[in-house]
Structures are given as structure tokens and as C-alpha cells.
């Protein structure tokens, strides 16, 4: 299931980058569990990943080969090839090989990324033999077929496009992701992929999407699990005709502007396919002292399971928020200058239950599907964030059934 109507949208090409996909059979045969992007020469490409310690093996490899002016993408699903150890490092680094014959191309131009089940070896042999039907498939118009290509256990595919215009001309951005659940990202099972047009450096390719994964992807959480694969990747072809884009100028304020307005809407999606989820949450924790203090009170809420299974069952027991808020290690918190707050209903003031607070304007909240938790600390000006979701019964049995 999954909250809301998601219609994958009528995405644009990207002049300069081409997608192909194929079905390798990793784990299923239904659909195609491969995809492999290509840019033109010129492009540039910036990525950030998971700062998970046992990190997947095509992660490491990707981290090596960003270094080396990549010019393909080869993404799996089905497998992460995570947990696999100098097997798996060779696994990843055999297919970037056979990418590389492939196209004639070198294969440390080759960034490859992986999600699935952690700690099976992945299967390079099936892979090695899609990657020729991938090849044949590249085409700049194949961002539906890219979208599901990725998925494992989302319901829907997830792209959002957008065009800005520079200088009188337009620059367009295309991104995909998947992830439904262990989503917490720190840079979840989480890859992105976003691609424009824009004429940009490499370097402040990166520092642009470093800022946006971190007030966007970095935001999110389904289950607190920060996965052992994520990944985001911003890939620009700098084929438009618009000016190049150079730090500290207004057009480069409109392209990160719209590079994070696409992320955000990316990371929404995951949440609102978050595995069994049933209702969207949005944590807007207000009047902080520092931007790290309100995300660090929005998380505690967010991974609290009693919190999400009330939100699962519409149940206003408003203590739990209170608690979460309690715990989490805000120094010196006073009390009576704190107010929470579910959409429009003050719940908690001056220390406890709101004075006008009734059972039943907490429930009218709690049956809707999106539901706003504002928190006020009244110490600071700082404000942030943070997106989850609830936990119902089929969030215990998708990843119960995982690996069967």
C-alpha cells in the first residue's frame, strides 16, 4: 500500500544521457532488474553515499571510480551485494569490466550501485549477460522503464521532473529513486538518480547536491535503518543552451533551488511508499537552537515504534509524542515553554495536556491519511523537518518475508 496518488509523471529527455534496461533474472523474472545510464563525454557527475561503516561493495568500487570522470551508471536490483566481502569487491569491479567491453569505454569510468538482500554473492555471471541487452536498450527517453528497473520492495515507481529557465533558456532535471523501507539515510534500502542538462563543474556539481540530500534525503525515515547501499547520484550532460552555471550567482541560487525542490519530492515518495505505511507524518520541529537540535528532536519522534504503531491505529495518545520529545537530549529543555501541536490541535502547553485540548478534536486529526506534528521547544529560531511514516502489521510481515 501506500499513501496517497502517486502517478509516475511524463518525464522529459535529457539531452546527453541515455538509460537502457534489461532483465537479468537476479531474483525474479518479471520485470527488468538492470539499468545502465551513459553520458556524453563532457558530462560531469557528483554522488554522495551512505555513511554505514559495512558499506556495499559497489559502493567502495563507485567512491573509486567517481574519481576518474565517470561515464555510465550500472544499477541492479534484486541483490545489494552487501556483507560479501574481497568476493563482492570483485564481483562489482567485474562488472564494470564487462560494461567497459561493452562500449570500449575504461572501467573505472563506471559507477556501480546495487539493492536487495544483504549478504549473498552477488550474481556477476547473470549480469555480465544482461549488460549487452541493457546496452541495446540505451535510449534518452527511458525513464518509466529506468524507475521500475530499481525497485525491490516499493509498490510504485518514483520520478519527478523539472524545468527552470537561465538566461531566457531551459534547463531541464529528471530524478528517480527507490526505497519503502531500512530508510534512514545518512549521507537507506535508498538509491537516487538524478540527471539535467545544465552546463556545470564537477565540483560544484557535487557541492550542490551534497547541500540537497542533506536538507532532503537526509530527512527522512521509515524504520531508522540507514542501509548498508544508499546512494544519490546527480549527473549533468551540459547540453542546454542556457550559460554555464558558476558559483555565487543567481543562476546557480535557481538550479540548486530546483536540484533540492526535486530531491525533496523524491524523498516524500519514499515515505509515502514506506513499507505497510498507511499515513504520512510530517515533524516540524520549531523554534530549536541550532538546525541539528530540531532534526535530532523530529528523529526521536519519528523512530519512536510507539508512536508510529498510535499513528497506525488513529489513536491520539498524545503521551508518546511527549515522551519522544523528553528523551531526546535537548539540554536545559523548559517545559512550560514547550507546545506540540497535531495539524491545528495543541496538545501538550505550559508542561502538560493543552487546557482546550479535547479526545475528540485529537481524533478528527488522527483519522487522516497526512498528518502534521509541530513541535515548539521556545528556545531558538532554528526549524526543521523531518518525514515518516506509521507501522502496521504489513511492515512486520514484508520484512519477516523478506528473503522468502
Known sequence: ???????????????????????????????????????????????????????????????????????????????????????????????????????????NQVLPFSTGV?????????????????????????????ARAIMTTDTFPKGVTKIISLGGQSIAINGISKGAGMIQPDMATMLA???????????????????????????????GDTSTNDACVLMASGLSSAPEITANSFHYQQFADAVLSVCKQLAELIIRDGEGATKLMRIVVEQAQSDEEAVRVGKTIAHSPLVKTAF?????????????????????????DVQIYLDDVCIVRNGGVAGDYTETAGQQVMNRDEITITVKLGRGNAAQEVLTCDFSYDYVKINAEYRT
Open 312 to 336: 497506525f491505529a488513529s489513536d491520539p495518545n498524545w503521551g508518546r509524542i511527549l515522551a519522544a520529545v523528553g528523551r531526546a537530549g535537548v539540554e536545559k529543555l523548559v517545559l512550560v
Open 1 to 107: 500500500m501506500a499513501v496517497g496518488q502517486n502517478v509516475f509523471p511524463n518525464m522529459p529527455p535529457i539531452s546527453g544521457i541515455k538509460l537502457g534496461t534489461y532483465n537479468a533474472g537476479i531474483k525474479q523474472t518479471v520485470r527488468d532488474d538492470l539499468l545502465l545510464f551513459e553520458m556524453v563525454e563532457e558530462a560531469t557527475c557528483a554522488a554522495v553515499f551512505t555513511c554505514n561503516a559495512f558499506c556495499a561493495a559497489p559502493v567502495l568500487v563507485a567512491r573509486e571510480h567517481l574519481k576518474h570522470k565517470p561515464k555510465w551508471l550500472l544499477i541492479n536490483s534484486g541483490n545489494a551485494n552487501a556483507g560479501t566481502g574481497l568476493q563482492g569487491y570483485e564481483d562489482a569491479k567485474a562488472t564494470c569490466y564487462e560494461v567497459a567491453v561493452e562500449t570500449g569505454g575504461k572501467s
Open 118 to 146: 544483504i549478504g549473498q554473492r552477488l550474481p556477476a555471471d547473470k549480469i555480465r549477460a544482461a549488460i549487452p541487452g541493457a546496452y541495446a536498450q540505451l535510449n534518452e527517453d527511458n525513464w518509466a522503464k529506468a
Open 193 to 223: 538518480f538524478l540527471a539535467t542538462d545544465a552546463k556545470i563543474a564537477q565540483p560544484l556539481l557535487q557541492s550542490c547536491l551534497t547541500a540537497a540530500v542533506e536538507q532532503s534525503f537526509n530527512r527522512i525515515t521509515v524504520d
